[in-house]
C-alpha cells in the first residue's frame, strides 16, 4: 500500500472519528426554549440568543400571541413537540406562568424563570397580583380595552425598562403588543415546577413584578436562586447574566455523552 496515502487515510479518519465525538458532545447538550411574556414579543432575547448560540446551544424563541394562557401554552407545546432531546424551557414574567404549564412535557427537564410568574394550581397572573406588595411600585396598566390591557406608554420606560438606553426603552413602550385578558386570567392546572428542576433570577430593581413576590414564589417553588441589580427588562439589558443561568440549568440536566 502506498505509504502517503495510508497515512493520508488515517488521518482523514481521525478527524471523522473526532467530528463525531463533537457531534455526540453536542446531542448531550439540552435545546433552550425562551419564552416571552406580556407587552412584548420574542424580539426582545435576541442578546440571551446570541450568548447561547454561540455557547452551542439549540434556541427556539415562542412567538406567543398572549391573548389567553390556553393559547400560548398551546403554542408553546407545538415549539416543544418539535424538539429533538431534553430541553431547558425560559420565561420571562407572564413567559413564567406559560411555563409552569407547558413545562409538564415530558421533554422539559429545567425550568428557567426570569423575574417571572410562577404560580400554583388554581391561580393566574390576576389572583398573584390581586394583594399589592406595600410600598412597592405599581404597574402603569391601562383599563382593559376590547379585551385587552396596555401599559401607560409615558410610564413604561420607567416602570418596564428602567436600566435601558432612553431610545431604548421609548421603543419597546411604543411597540407594545396587547396582553389578553384571557392571558391574565389563566389559571394553572399543574405547575410543572413542582416535579421538575427550577431557576429563578431575582431582580431586585423590578418595578413591574416586586421583589418580595419574586423571592416568595421563588422559594415555593424550591427553585436555585440568583440574585441581580437590573429592570423588569434584565433579559434586554443583560443578556449575560440571563444566559449564565440557563446554561447553568442546561448542565445540570445535561445527558452523558457518548
Partial sequence: MNLSKYIAAVIVGGALLTNVGSAYAADAKPSVVLVHGGFVDGSGWEGVYGILKHDGYDVTIVQNPTSSLSDDVAF???????????????????GGAVITESGNAPNVKALVYITAF???A????????????????VPPILPPQDGYLMLDTAKFPASFAGDLPSSKAKFMAESQVPWGMNAYTGTITQ???????????????????????????????????????????????????????????AKKVATPSS
Fill in 191 to 249: 405547575p410543572a415546577w413542582k416535579s421538575k428542576p427550577s431557576w429563578y433570577l431575582v431582580v431586585t430593581e423590578d418595578h413591574m413584578i416586586p421583589v418580595a413576590a419574586q423571592r416568595v414564589m421563588a422559594k415555593r417553588a424550591n427553585a436555585k436562586v440568583t440574585e441581580t441589580k437590573g429592570s423588569h427588562a434584565i433579559y434586554v439589558s443583560n443578556p449575560k447574566v440571563v444566559a449564565t443561568l440557563i446554561e447553568e440549568a
Fill in 76 to 94: 408553546t407545546k407545538r415549539v416543544l413537540e418539535k424538539q429533538s432531546g431534553p430541553v431547558v424551557l425560559v420565561g420571562h414574567s407572564y
Fill in 122 to 137: 388554581g391561580e393566574s397572573v390576576k389572583t398573584l397580583t390581586s394583594n399589592p406588595v406595600p410600598g412597592a411600585p
Fill in 118 to 120: 410562577a404560580p400554583d
